[in-house]
C-alpha cells in the first residue's frame, strides 16, 4: 500500500499547482495515513467497524489517484425533484458545478484554496488521507446577516467509470454572525467497489444556524466515511440529521466543539439495513462552556444479516456549568441473524450539568402485530405500519417541513 500511495500522491502534485506550503502540509499527512494505515478494530472507536478489514475484503488494488482533468457531464436524473436549491455537484470526485442562482451573490463568497492551520488530522488517518489526495478545496462564507433564502444540495454522484478508487472530497464552510446555511447532502452512486472519502469543517459565528441532512439511500457497494467538525460560538445552533441506507458500508461522524454560552447541537439519525450492508454513526458533543445545550436521537432497523453500530459521547469540561445533554439510540432487530452495537458514554467534569444516555433494542412487539392483523391488516402492513411509527418518531425532529417530507418519500412512509 505504501509504495502504491507515494507513486498516486506523485502524480497528484505533478498534475496540481499547489504551492510549496501546501504540498508539505500533504506530504506530511501522507506520511501519517502511511504509518497508520486505514483505521483496524485495534483503536477503540472503530472496534464495532474495522475499515482496514474492510476495504482489504471488498476493494482489490486500491487506487488513491483519480484523475480529475477529465470532465464528467451532468445528468439532472440524479438530482431531487420538486425542490428549488442552490447546488454543488460532485461528479467521480471532481466539482462540475457550483451553482447558487437563488441567493444574492454579494452574500456568498466561495475561496480555493488549503486549510493548514486546523489539526484535524489529528482525530484519525482517514482524515490524513484526506488532506493527501483532496485535489480541490474550496471554502464557502455566508457572510453577515444573510440567510440562505433556498436549501444548498451538495451531490455527490459516482458512475460506472469508476472502479477502485480512492475519492477525497473537502469542504470548508464559514456561518459569519447571524447567518443560516440550510444543506443537504444527496448520495447517487452507480459506481461499484470505491472508498469515497468526505471531510467537511464548519465554523459558526455568534448567532448563527446551520441545518444538515444526509440521505443515502441508493443501493450500492461503494464504501463511504463522513466526518463533520463543527465549531460553535455563542448562541448557535446546528441540526445535523442523517439517513444511513444505501452504501455498503458507511460511516457517519459529527464532532461538535460547543465553544460559545447557549451554543446547541442536535442529532437525529434513522439507520435503515438489509443485505449484509454495515453502518455506523459517531458522535462527539464537546460542552467546553457554561449553558450549552445538546440533544441526540438515532433509531435503526436491521433485517438480512445487516449490522448497525452506534457510538455516543457527551463531553462536559470543568467550565460547562449548566450543562443539558440527552443521548438515545434504539434498534428494532428483524431477523436473528443481524447485530447491533451500541456505545453510550457521558465524561463529565462539572457539577451543575443535567445529562443522559440510554440504549435498546429488540424484536417488533408481537402483540401490537396480533391486534393490528386482527383489525384487518396483514402481517407485512402491520409489520410496516410498526416500524414506520418507531422511525417517525426520529423524522418528526426534522425542524424544515420540506427537508421532512423528502425524507418521508426517501424511504417510503406514507402518512
Same mark, same amino acid.
Given at each position: 500500500?505504501?509504495?502504491?500511495?507515494?507513486?498516486?500522491f506523485?502524480?497528484?502534485?505533478?498534475?496540481?499547482?499547489?504551492?510549496?506550503?501546501?504540498?508539505?502540509?500533504?506530504?506530511?499527512?501522507?506520511?501519517?495515513?502511511?504509518?497508520?494505515?486505514?483505521?483496524?478494530?485495534?483503536?477503540?472507536?472503530?472496534?464495532?467497524?474495522?475499515?482496514?478489514?474492510?476495504?482489504?475484503?471488498?476493494?482489490?488494488?486500491?487506487?488513491?489517484?483519480?484523475?480529475?482533468s477529465?470532465?464528467?457531464?451532468?445528468? &439532472?436524473?440524479?438530482?431531487?425533484?420538486?425542490?428549488?436549491h442552490?447546488?454543488?455537484?460532485?461528479?467521480?470526485?471532481?466539482? *462540475?458545478?457550483?451553482?447558487?442562482?437563488?441567493?444574492?451573490?454579494?452574500?456568498?463568497?466561495?475561496?480555493?484554496?488549503?486549510?493548514?492551520?486546523n489539526?484535524?488530522?489529528?482525530?484519525?488517518?482517514?482524515?490524513?488521507l484526506?488532506?493527501?489526495?483532496?485535489?480541490k478545496?474550496?471554502?464557502?462564507?455566508?457572510?453577515?446577516?444573510?440567510?440562505?433564502?433556498?436549501?444548498l444540495?451538495?451531490y455527490?454522484?459516482?458512475?460506472q467509470?469508476l472502479?477502485?478508487?480512492?475519492?477525497?472530497?473537502?469542504?470548508?464552510?464559514?456561518? *459569519?454572525?447571524?447567518?443560516?446555511?440550510?444543506?443537504i447532502d444527496?448520495? &447517487?452512486?452507480?459506481?461499484e467497489n470505491?472508498?469515497?472519502?468526505s471531510?467537511?469543517?464548519?465554523?459558526?459565528?455568534?448567532?448563527?444556524?446551520?441545518?444538515?441532512?444526509?440521505?443515502?439511500?441508493k443501493?450500492?457497494?461503494?464504501?463511504?466515511?463522513?466526518?463533520?467538525?463543527?465549531?460553535?460560538?455563542?448562541?448557535?445552533?446546528?441540526?445535523?440529521?442523517?439517513?444511513? &441506507?444505501?452504501?455498503?458500508?458507511?460511516?457517519?461522524?459529527?464532532?461538535?466543539?460547543?465553544?460559545?454560552?447557549?451554543?446547541?447541537a442536535?442529532i437525529n439519525?434513522?439507520?435503515?439495513?438489509?443485505?449484509?450492508?454495515?453502518?455506523?454513526?459517531k458522535?462527539?458533543?464537546?460542552?467546553?462552556?457554561?449553558?450549552?445545550?445538546?440533544?441526540?436521537?438515532?433509531?435503526?432497523?436491521?433485517?438480512?444479516?445487516?449490522?448497525?453500530?452506534y457510538?455516543?459521547k457527551?463531553?462536559?469540561?470543568h467550565?460547562?456549568?449548566?450543562t443539558?445533554?440527552?443521548?438515545?439510540?434504539?434498534?428494532?432487530?428483524?431477523?436473528?441473524?443481524?447485530?447491533?452495537?451500541?456505545k453510550?458514554?457521558?465524561?463529565?467534569?462539572?457539577?451543575?450539568?443535567?445529562c443522559?444516555?440510554?440504549?435498546?433494542?429488540?424484536?417488533?412487539?408481537k402483540?401490537?402485530?396480533?391486534?393490528l392483523?386482527?383489525?384487518?391488516?396483514?402481517?407485512?402492513?402491520?409489520?410496516?405500519?410498526?416500524?414506520?411509527?418507531?422511525?417517525?418518531?426520529?423524522?418528526?425532529?426534522i425542524?424544515?417541513?420540506?427537508?421532512k417530507?423528502?425524507?418521508?418519500?426517501?424511504?417510503?412512509?406514507?402518512?
Amino acid at each position: 500500500m505504501e509504495q502504491r500511495a507515494r507513486t498516486d500522491f506523485d502524480k497528484i502534485v505533478k498534475n496540481s499547482n499547489f504551492s510549496k506550503n501546501d504540498i508539505d502540509f500533504k506530504i506530511k499527512n501522507l506520511n501519517n495515513f502511511i504509518k497508520n494505515g486505514f483505521p483496524n478494530k485495534k483503536q477503540e472507536t472503530w472496534k464495532f467497524s474495522d475499515l482496514n478489514q474492510i476495504i482489504s475484503k471488498n476493494i482489490l488494488n486500491l487506487s488513491f489517484y483519480n484523475d480529475i482533468s477529465v470532465t464528467n457531464k451532468i445528468d &439532472s436524473s440524479n438530482f431531487i425533484d420538486g425542490l428549488e436549491h442552490n447546488k454543488i455537484v460532485f461528479i467521480n470526485g471532481r466539482i *462540475e458545478k457550483i451553482d447558487f442562482k437563488y441567493e444574492e451573490k454579494n452574500k456568498i463568497k466561495i475561496t480555493d484554496g488549503i486549510n493548514t492551520k486546523n489539526n484535524l488530522e489529528e482525530i484519525n488517518s482517514i482524515i490524513s488521507l484526506n488532506n493527501a489526495f483532496t485535489n480541490k478545496h474550496y471554502k464557502i462564507i455566508v457572510k453577515k446577516n444573510y440567510s440562505l433564502k433556498k436549501p444548498l444540495v451538495i451531490y455527490s454522484i459516482t458512475d460506472q467509470k469508476l472502479n477502485s478508487k480512492n475519492i477525497s472530497l473537502r469542504l470548508d464552510f464559514l456561518l *459569519e454572525e447571524n447567518s443560516f446555511l440550510k444543506l443537504i447532502d444527496f448520495f &447517487s452512486d452507480t459506481a461499484e467497489n470505491n472508498f469515497i472519502n468526505s471531510l467537511y469543517n464548519f465554523d459558526l459565528s455568534k448567532n448563527s444556524t446551520l441545518k444538515n441532512y444526509k440521505i443515502d439511500n441508493k443501493t450500492n457497494n461503494n464504501i463511504r466515511y463522513s466526518f463533520n467538525n463543527i465549531e460553535q460560538d455563542e448562541n448557535s445552533l446546528s441540526e445535523t440529521f442523517v439517513l444511513s &441506507s444505501g452504501s455498503s458500508f458507511f460511516k457517519n461522524e459529527v464532532n461538535c466543539n460547543l465553544k460559545g454560552k447557549y451554543s446547541s447541537a442536535f442529532i437525529n439519525g434513522i439507520i435503515s439495513l438489509n443485505k449484509k450492508k454495515h453502518h455506523e454513526i459517531k458522535t462527539n458533543i464537546n460542552h467546553l462552556k457554561e449553558s450549552t445545550k445538546s440533544y441526540q436521537l438515532i433509531k435503526s432497523v436491521l433485517e438480512n444479516n445487516s449490522k448497525a453500530v452506534y457510538q455516543g459521547k457527551i463531553y462536559v469540561n470543568h467550565e460547562a456549568q449548566k450543562t443539558d445533554g440527552y443521548q438515545l439510540s434504539k434498534a428494532v432487530l428483524l431477523n436473528e441473524n443481524v447485530e447491533f452495537n451500541a456505545k453510550p458514554e457521558l465524561e463529565i467534569y462539572a457539577d451543575d450539568v443535567k445529562c443522559s444516555h440510554g440504549s435498546a433494542s429488540g424484536s417488533l412487539n408481537k402483540n401490537s402485530i396480533f391486534y393490528l392483523m386482527s383489525r384487518g391488516l396483514n402481517y407485512t402492513q402491520a409489520k410496516d405500519l410498526l416500524l414506520n411509527g418507531f422511525l417517525l418518531d426520529v423524522i418528526e425532529k426534522i425542524t424544515e417541513n420540506e427537508i421532512k417530507n423528502l425524507v418521508k418519500s426517501s424511504i417510503g412512509i406514507k402518512e
